[in-house]
């Protein structure tokens, strides 16, 4: 017995040791079998979660989304609910009997419609046949109807169904009177086509065509629907200013008949609000929103705030002592790149507790607030980015998705009557099982005037303390973002290269108060420098760095901060500047959103002069030595290609200092976390590439000009 016994043990020591020994370091071109959990739905009776699968489509240039489903017990495998590859936003009938969801255009000249899907088994069908489609389905309390928001207006209406009239073409061109005219991902802004809300009532057989009935017009976009809990009222939030960006943000709270008839206005909120949560007893609404500083201001932390629902009445502010981002989150390069969803303010069956995330140093969480006094109670914690959620009617379920460095998204169920969390998915166990991923170190150090900073460090695999490796450090963008406890392709990727990855939180960060989120007003980019320099700075005290081999890379602000830092230093070997700013006065003449309230500069370009040229890298182009590559997305509107790397990628050609251009045909500025996989994955191999070429010595032919045969 006791041979037999030692046979076994040095067998599962062997299977083990093999089982080690067969895992590989991630590569890049993992991204084509992740997958992703978006928009988690729990039933009606708190059994099952609808949820959004996105996959890579086999083709490798964009993403398959589809509806599937799991039981909250825990005990079943997820089971593919729906046939098409663009569905997404699932939704429950109030009695569980349905499962309504939005299926994209799949062939050229279709639009999105909404369909049902019997729970109790049986195809989906289509509900909804909307000139330029639906989208965003609202059942009644009732489960006798759908609101939704549709862009078709009254020419659209009036072709629908109807062949092109011979020898009618319509404009191409673009008459445009507003400064904000695009928006990038979604390209030109047409102002003939507002959002409105629209109605469509629930067949009782799959074969009756219900027509669905427009219940709002005008030049305004409406959105954030809600129904009154009898079903007699729609509310809707809307801005009914013409050219808002002349003032800081509002909303007004609007309701309609649900059979038809005048809007009435309900009030006016002088703040930007999307999304309201009513009550259980439909007399107050909760939302999280940033209020209107006057002066303004760069950053205002989100709060939680609650309303009546009446009118005139005004907000109430449950989280003014609360200094976390309520509502908020933290970033990496793998959120849902498609039909993530799932969010916002959560109220208790009592009506005396609201549910909703935080983020709070580099964690994002959920917890309960006070509906009166705005007490919190964590109902996560850890360190972890819970990325969507949503709960039953009562509260007593709450299904969410959660991430962390070395899982990019999985599903779980909280049970609030026993305070326990249940694991319902496991999307990509079975590729990760086969890799070596490492978990990044979290450190605190302080700045130049004492203010502490968070950085992580990510470490090769193989990590040995006494070998010396190469570093990046990696900037986020925003400025007023965060990373955090959250998967990072990219950042695991380069620590399986060989490089360590640095990784702050600098001043201007999100998630650790109003004042270190607003300090760098008027001062960007500034001393937040500094922060990332001393964040190198410490991490080269530990001993495992080689000074002589450090690179520097960041995207958006992070694309800024890039650009400032080797106006200012040359003490790295390389860079690469993604999506920038490097004249700020271009930028604003050109970005998709604009900024004429006072909030990162003091005026425009002709009244702050001194401020925008003093905070512009190409103004100090002169002091750049370090050799440098631009990525850059050509349907970029954020931060256009010429207000950034074009303009330094042909002033360091002047120069003749090493530079290189990289553009992708076709992106915006989400390249990154939900551009084409094939193009995501080329990004990721052009910035290694040119950190290889100037870091180790890597031949790279593809970076030099050929000498002519």
């Not at 993403?63 to 599937?68: N, R």
């Not at 003490?571 to 990162?600: C, G, L």
Request: hydrophobic share 35%; proline share 7%.
């Amino acid at each position: 017995m006791q041979k037999t016994f030692v046979r076994l043990f040095v067998l599962v020591l062997v299977f083990s040791f093999s089982v080690s020994a067969q895992k590989r370091n991630i590569t890049e071109k993992d991204l084509f079998d992740f997958a992703w959990v978006g928009d988690p739905q729990v039933s009606p009776d708190g059994s099952t979660v609808a949820f959004v699968k996105v996959t890579v489509n086999t083709a490798k240039t964009n993403y398959d989304t589809s509806i599937w489903s799991v039981s909250t017990g825990g005990s079943d495998e997820p089971r593919k609910l729906t046939s098409g590859t663009r569905d997404s936003s699932p939704r429950w009938s109030p009695d569980g009997k349905f499962l309504a969801f939005v299926r994209s255009a799949e062939t050229a000249g279709s639009s999105a419609q909404i369909y049902l899907l019997p729970t109790s088994g049986g195809e989906a069908f289509q509900l909804t046949n909307v000139a330029r489609g639906a989208g965003g389905p609202v059942w009644s309390p009732d489960g006798k109807w759908i609101a939704f928001g549709s862009s078709a207006n009254p020419e659209d209406i009036a072709k629908q169904g109807k062949p092109p009239v011979p020898g009618e073409r319509d404009s191409d061109v673009r008459v445009i009177t507003r400064a904000v005219y695009r928006s990038d991902g979604g390209g030109y802004l047409d102002p003939t086509r507002p959002s409105h809300l629209w109605i469509i009532a629930i067949p009782g057989t799959p074969e009756e065509r219900p027509v669905a009935k427009q219940l709002t017009t005008g030049q305004f976009s409406e959105g954030g629907f809600v129904w009154q809990r009898d079903g007699s009222r729609i509310y809707f939030t809307t801005n009914r200013d013409p050219e808002p960006y002349y003032s800081n943000p509002r909303t007004e709270i609007y309701s309609i008949p649900a059979v038809g008839g005048a809007p009435e206005l309900l009030t006016k909120i002088a703040m930007g609000v999307g999304g309201l949560s009513l009550s259980p007893d439909g007399k107050r609404f909760a939302f999280s929103a940033s209020i209107n500083h006057d002066p303004v201001q760069s950053y205002t932390q989100p709060d939680l705030w609650v309303l009546d629902a009446a009118p005139n009445s005004q907000p109430k502010n449950l989280t003014t002592d609360f200094d976390f981002d309520v509502g908020g989150g933290v970033g990496g390069d793998n959120a849902s790149p498609r039909a993530g969803g799932g969010g916002g303010p959560i109220w208790t069956a009592d009506g005396k507790a609201i549910i909703e995330r935080y983020a709070k140093e580099g964690q994002a969480n959920l917890g309960i607030f006070d509906a009166s006094s705005g007490k919190m109670t964590d109902l996560t914690k850890g360190d972890q980015a819970i990325m969507s959620y949503r709960a039953t009617r009562d509260a007593g379920k709450i299904v969410y998705t959660r991430s962390t460095p070395t899982v990019i998204t999985d599903l779980y169920v909280l049970d609030r009557s026993t305070g326990t969390s249940r694991q319902l998915s496991h999307i990509n166990d079975q590729l990760f099982a086969k890799l070596n991923l490492t978990e990044p170190e979290a450190i605190w150090y302080k700045s130049f005037d004492g203010k502490r900073i968070q950085t992580w460090v990510q470490k090769p695999p193989d990590f040995d303390p006494n070998k010396k490796y190469p570093l990046i450090l990696n900037i986020h963008g925003g400025p007023h973002a965060a990373y955090g406890y959250v998967f990072d392709h990219e950042f695991q990727w380069m620590a399986a290269k060989g490089y360590v990855v640095v990784y702050p939180n600098p001043r201007g960060s999100t998630s650790y108060g109003q004042e270190y989120g607003n300090i760098i007003q008027y001062n960007y980019p500034g001393d937040d420098y500094q922060d990332l320099m001393y964040g190198v700075d410490e991490v080269i005290k530990r001993g495992y760095i080689d000074e002589k081999k450090l690179g520097i890379t960041g995207g958006s602000g992070g694309g800024v901060l890039t650009d400032w830092s080797v106006t200012k230093t040359n003490r790295f070997a390389a860079a690469v500047s993604q999506r920038d700013i490097s004249d700020w006065s271009a930028w604003w003449y050109s970005a998709d959103f604009s900024q004429f309230q006072p909030s990162w500069f003091k005026g425009s370009p002709f009244e702050d002069r001194e401020g925008f040229r003093n905070r512009s890298a190409i103004t100090f182009v002169d002091k750049i030595k370090t050799p440098m590559m631009f990525i850059l997305g050509e349907a970029d509107y954020r931060t256009p290609p010429g207000a950034g790397g074009e303009q330094l990628f042909r002033e360091l050609k002047y120069r003749r200092v090493p530079t290189v251009m990289v553009r992708f045909p076709n992106e915006g500025h989400e390249l990154s976390r939900s551009g084409q996989p094939w193009h995501r994955i080329e990004r990721l191999q052009h910035i290694v590439g040119w950190f290889d070429k100037w870091l180790l010595g890597a031949a790279k032919p593809e970076y030099e000009i050929s000498a002519a045969p």
